[in-house]
Each structure stands twice: as structure tokens, then as C-alpha cells.
């Protein structure tokens, strides 16, 4: 299943009711990453989805900065205000699901079994089912990369300093003041899931429901390790609007790719010299049609993987015609078209929807694979994929996404959202 399997009037599906996830960990062990990305993906199946971070309530109550100290459980000073903006941020993930919301991610360390029973019977209490979603890290290398993603990105640790190596040392404090205060899950009795090294093992305890398995599923292929996604459309074909015809490089065609390549060489170079993780392998990943895997062929030193999956969407009947020209062949179709460009296909055709289904096995592949990827693809497969790391509820916006091939698309996953940078493709002399 990829994209909402139907739509309701309410937005929430009728066979899953309302779910809380309630993150449990140290700091640096990856859990506003796996948060945001979980509820990136949720969003994409169509299913209505928010996390909420204690630490954005913490910056609602204190307007000044806080270091290690603030967060040491012994520290008595600062326990009501770390206790009123975990309740805050609680009371946010009730009323968003009370409200009609249908995933509410609790992004916070809820660290002791008081309180996380405290906020299973919270949530018990208006029938809203529980999944913890503990990640527990014993590699320090893991952690330490962990904290050099929260220094760069978080913004307690901006707040804070800005000299890197002072900025990993506070850091490293807070981890020390909570780590004899923390108690790991060991009730069998609660629903959770246990992510160790983030990758390495998933413990599952009870977790039941068609959405908990989607979750569990998708924790099963997802990592924190930093890696880069490109986005780029196969170059011109001398049939450029003809699915069938599968038509190989035009003239310009050859020189977008060479250009594309170029362009790629020089973008990981300078990531290499900023120290930015450019200089891990790139792998191509395209599709068996013969314009977007001519347009890899640019990539010699880079291993290429051709996909069917990654083919752009089937028209159909209305393969080769313009929109007047089905406007007038087809008048009921191009009209349901209208209504509905997401779901509507016309005959023999493909649906963004379908298209979706299609490429979910590449989303999950796409969160597993830790080297950097570029996918060359068409714009109707990269507006999908696109919609997909942005977080974009894909009825909504996928239709009408601008892929244009004069650029190419950055996507850098990080613990506080995604890095975007569009790079300009010359596209003439």
C-alpha cells in the first residue's frame, strides 16, 4: 500500500483509529530524526500526521538560552518548567488527535516508567491507542555522529554556542546528567517498538493494527546515517511526448546529460572540500526506458541500477496529445481529470496514485541505502518522490509540482528537517 487506500470525510482511515507514538530515549540517539521521518512517510500514505518536540514547548516557556545544566534530572531548580513543557507539548498531541488528526508523534525522552505510564493513561483515558517507539544506541560511534547532526541543526545547540567542538561538549554533559536517571522499556505489557543502533535490530512487543505494522515496516528500513538524494529528468528524447515510442536522446538530448554530469562532479567536490559528506559513493538508480538510462550512461565511473518501478506514468489513450486535443476526443474524461488529478487515470492509463503504489518499494529502499543516490527519472516520478521528502500530502500537490530540467534537486535528510538546494543545469552554450 502506498497513498490512502480511500478517502473519508473525516481524512482518518475507518480501520485504524486514533494512535499516539511516544518516543522514549537519551538525547543524540536519533529520536526527532526517526520522528520527523516517520511522520514524512505517514503524511505521503495520506494518513494525517504531526510530531510535536517537547523542546519547541521548553522555548515557549524560557526565551533565554539553557545548556546541560538546565536538563540534568537532579537539577530541582528547572524541574517544573522541563515538567509544564513535556505536559504542554502532551496536551498538543491529545487535542490534534481529539480534533481529527490520526498519527500524533510525542517527540521527547519520557525517560522513567513513571512517566510513561503517566502518559499511557493519558492517552488511554480518551481510547487513543499507544505505541512506544524506543532507540536505544550502545555504539558511541553512532552517538557521536548523532550529536554532530543535532549540533548542526538543532536550535537549543545554536542557541547555545557556536564553536563546534564547545557545542559537542555541552551536548555530551546533558547525555552524562540523564544517563543514570534513564530506564529503558521492560514492560512487556506495554505496545512497543525497540530500534538498537537504529538499524541494527528491531525488537517489536505487541503492536497490532494494519498502521502500528506500517510503522514497524517502515522503522525496519530506515536509518540516521547522513546521505544525499538527487533529483534530476532524463534528458530530451527525439519523441519527447510520446510514452510508447521510448525514443532515445535527442541532440540536446546528449548535451543536458554530458552537462548533468558535469554539474553533479562539481556540486560533490565542493561538499568534499566543505566537509559535508560528499565523499561517499554515488550510485545511480534509473529507469529501463531508454532516454533516462542513456542520460546516466554519462556517470561511467558510478554504478547504475535500472529500474522498472522508476518508469514514468502510462497516459494511456491520450499517449501524444495535447490537453486541447483530448479535451475534444475525450471531453468526460479530461473533465473527471480536472475534478481529481491525482486519482483520476484515463483508460489503459496510470493514476498519480497508482504511480505512487508503484513507487513505494523506492521510497523504502531510498531510506535504507546510506550512500548518496541520484535518481534520473521523468518529472511525473520525481514530482512523487519530491513529495515524498518534502512531507506533502500528495493529492494535494503532486499534480502540479514544477520539475523543471534546467535544474537539479539537493535533498540532504537531517535529525531537524530536510536540507534542500537547487543547483542550476545550463541547458545551452
Known amino acids: 500500500m502506498a497513498a490512502q487506500l480511500y478517502k473519508t470525510e473525516s481524512g482518518r482511515l475507518f480501520h485504524a483509529g486514533a494512535i499516539a507514538i ?13 520522528s520527523r521521518a516517520l511522520c514524512r512517510y505517514l503524511c505521503w500514505l495520506g494518513v494525517k500526521t504531526k510530531a510535536f518536540h517537547v523542546g519547541h514547548y521548553r522555548r515557549k516557556l524560557i526565551r533565554h538560552t539553557v545548556s546541560h545544566d538546565f536538563f540534568d534530572p537532579a537539577n530541582t531548580a528547572t524541574a517544573d518548567v522541563r515538567l509544564e513543557a513535556a505536559n504542554a507539548c502532551l496536551e498538543a498531541v ?42 536505544i544506541c550502545n555504539d558511541p560511534k553512532i552517538v557521536e555522529a548523532n550529536i554532530r547532526s543535532v549540533k548542526a541543526s538543532s536550535k537549543d545547540v545554536r542557541a ?91 541532440k540536446d538530448g546528449h548535451k543536458y546529460a554530458q552537462r548533468l554530469q558535469q554539474v553533479i562532479a ?32 554519462y556517470f561511467s565511473s558510478c554504478p ?19 490537453a486541447k486535443e483530448i479535451q475534444d476526443k475525450y471531453p468526460h474524461e479530461f473533465e473527471q481529470h480536472l475534478k481529481d488529478p491525482y486519482r483520476h487515470r484515463y483508460p489503459r492509463g496510470e493514476s498519480y496514485h497508482d504511480l505512487a503504489v508503484r513507487l513505494e518499494p523506492v521510497i523504502l529502499e531510498l531510506e535504507h541505502e546510506k550512500q548518496d543516490v541520484l535518481i534520473i527519472a521523468h518529472e511525473s516520478v520525481l514530482r512523487c518522490l519530491y513529495a515524498y521528502f518534502r512531507g506533502l500530502q500528495p493529492e494535494q500537490i503532486i499534480p502540479s509540482l514544477a520539475m523543471p530540467r534546467n535544474t537539479l534537486l539537493e535533498i540532504t535528510p537531517s535529525a531537524y528537517g530536510i536540507k534542500e538546494n537547487k543547483i542550476g543545469i545550463p541547458l545551452s552554450d
Open 22 to 34: 511516544i518516543m522514549v530515549g537519551l538525547p543524540a540517539r536519533g529520536k526527532t530524526h526517526i
Open 94 to 135: 491529545m487535542e490534534y488527535l481529539l480534533e481529527g488528526g490520526q498519527v500524533g508523534i510525542y517527540d521527547g525522552s519520557n525517560a522513567t516508567r513513571d512517566r510513561r505510564q503517566y502518559v499511557l493513561n493519558r492517552f488511554r483515558k480518551e481510547n487513543i491507542q499507544v505505541v512506544f517507539v524506543e532507540s
Open 160 to 250: 547555545i554556542m557556536t564553536r563546534t567542538e564547545a557545542a559537542i561538549t555541552d551536548f555530551q554533559k546533558r547525555i552524562q546528567v540523564s544517563e543514570p536517571h534513564y530506564q529503558a522499556i521492560d514492560d512487556d505489557s506495554l505496545s512497543y517498538i525497540k530500534l538498537i543502533n537504529v538499524d541494527q535490530q528491531i525488537i517489536v512487543n505487541d503492536v497490532q493494527g494494519f498502521l502500528p505494522s506500517r510503522i514497524v515496516f517502515y522503522l525496519m528500513n530506515l536509518h540516521t546515517a547522513p546521505r544525499t538524494v538527487y533529483f534530476a529528468r532524463n534528458g530530451e528524447s527525439t519523441q519527447e511526448n510520446l510514452y510508447k515510442a521510448d525514443a532515445p536522446l535527442s
Open 266 to 297: 562539481q556540486r560533490r567536490k565542493k561538499r568534499v572540500a566543505l566537509d559535508d559528506g560528499g565523499d561517499s559513493v554515488l550510485k545511480i538508480w534509473t529507469s529501463t526506458q531508454q532516454y533516462s538510462y542513456s542520460t546516466a550512461e
Open 304 to 322: 547504475v541500477r535500472y529500474r522498472r518501478s522508476l518508469q514514468d506514468i502510462n497516459p494511456g489513450v491520450v499517449d501524444g496529445m495535447s
